[in-house]
């Protein structure tokens, strides 16, 4: 089956049990004439840039190397921030498109290697640096000025349109709309909440506005539907001293609050360090003294408020060992959440639960076929869309789906 463009909604921390819950007439079109995968499985652990990168280059992290949102590296002794397709070691679906003279467009979302930008988004892009090293100074200079804030809102609330516009246009063969709003109704309301459902709501609305439209102008498009991750509701929260090491030896030195994150540094009885990363539910160490990796994680093991503590040498069952990934890893369990980050008021993800490691994922319109499948994986997206387009590309992990 060989179709001319392919247009994949992707509703970040959508969870498929809610979205199956809410009131969605028009994705409920999609699937009664489309293929529908019962369980879609995310990648571990299950966060933003990790499950998108998976998505978007049909790879499991061991591949893109996006392994969390950060890595230590022990030769610069410095932690690297990765929320970016800057380091992802996979090709995107973008640049494969762009090899066989395709181009894809990306709107609303942060990760674009290879998307056909304009010239306003590429300039966007090059700053994104400065404005990254800038944040609180951009942030507390939006607060004093909020007609500036709301007219910069205004405009990433715009994706939407100039998808549409794009889209009417026919300007590419693939265009990537990201809608954040249920991962943010997921933190602020929790997935269990009403806002979340009606969040869900009002995004299905949106998707039936771009139907309408794909109906009026004729066009044979495939719609996809998906997540990065799902969500899990927390009922407690826990402080900084569950990760305290002083039972194996070590204190903590430091600890940066950078990017929604908490970077930890401790300093060992015999002058040696480790380096963690918190990522919402997901936790990693980088250990100097790689002899004393085992010790750590059995005093972490005995602690209820984690679970699934893994050396990296058990992680190759999530496919996420990659020379940046830490000497162990460590989910929260079922419920808790940090307190001392910024996120997750009310939930988070990046842990292992079937609410936050299972996906929604629907393939419809453009003569799809109508099907269910039992199980599937969020890096067959890539695989699947790529096979739509008439596209032969080997060196991806995943695999299509129709």
Not at 49 to 77: D, Q
Not at 138 to 161: C, E, Q
Not at 179 to 186: E, I, L, Q, V
Not at 217 to 224: A, E, H, S
């Amino acid at each position: 089956m060989w179709i001319m463009e392919v247009v994949f909604f992707l509703l970040d921390g959508c969870r498929p049990d809610k979205l199956k819950e809410a009131n969605t007439p028009n994705i409920d079109e999609l699937k009664e004439n489309g293929t529908v995968v019962l369980r879609c499985r995310t990648v571990y652990p299950s966060l933003t840039a990790v499950g998108h990168m998976s998505i978007l280059t049909g790879c499991y992290p061991e591949k893109t190397g996006i392994i969390t949102h950060f890595y230590w590296n022990w030769n610069e002794r410095k932690f690297h921030e990765i929320f970016s397709d800057e380091y992802c070691q996979a090709k995107t679906i973008f640049e494969i498109l762009s090899d066989a003279g395709l181009s894809g467009g990306v709107y609303g979302a942060y990760f674009r290697r290879g998307a056909k930008d304009s010239l306003k988004k590429r300039m966007l892009k090059k700053a994104a640096g400065f404005v990254s090293e800038h944040m609180n100074f951009i942030m507390n200079y939006l607060v004093r000025h909020p007609s500036l804030y709301k007219k910069l809102r205004t405009r990433v609330v715009g994706a939407f349109d100039e998808f549409i516009r794009d889209y009417k246009d026919k300007k590419h063969s693939f265009y990537y709309m990201m809608f954040n709003d249920t991962d943010k109704a997921g933190h602020k309301y929790g997935s269990d909440s009403k806002e979340y459902l009606e969040t869900i709501e009002r995004l299905d609305e949106r998707i039936g506005e771009f139907l309408t439209l794909a109906k009026k102008l004729g066009r044979k498009t495939v719609v996809v539907v998906s997540a990065d991750h799902g969500h899990i509701p927390l009922r407690s929260k826990i402080s900084i001293e569950k990760l305290d090491l002083s039972d194996a030896g070590y204190e903590i030195e430091d600890v940066e609050y950078v990017s929604a994150a908490a970077l930890i540094h401790y300093k060992g009885e015999k002058g040696d360090s480790i380096h963690a990363a918190v990522v919402s539910r997901h936790v990693q160490f980088w250990f100097e003294n790689k002899t004393r990796v085992e010790t750590v994680a059995d005093v972490l093991s005995q602690r209820r408020e984690f679970e699934d503590v893994r050396t990296k040498d058990r992680l190759d069952e999530y496919r996420l060992v990659n020379e940046r990934t830490g000497d162990l890893a460590l989910a929260v369990s079922n419920g808790y959440g940090f307190d001392f980050l910024p996120i997750g008021e009310k939930g988070d993800h990046g842990g292992l639960s079937i609410e936050e490691m299972y996906v929604p994922l629907i393939f419809g319109g453009g003569g799809v076929k109508a099907q269910i499948l039992k199980e599937g994986r969020v890096v067959d997206i890539t695989p699947t869309i790529l096979k739509l387009l008439g596209i032969d590309y080997p060196y991806v992990q995943g695999r299509s789906l129709i």
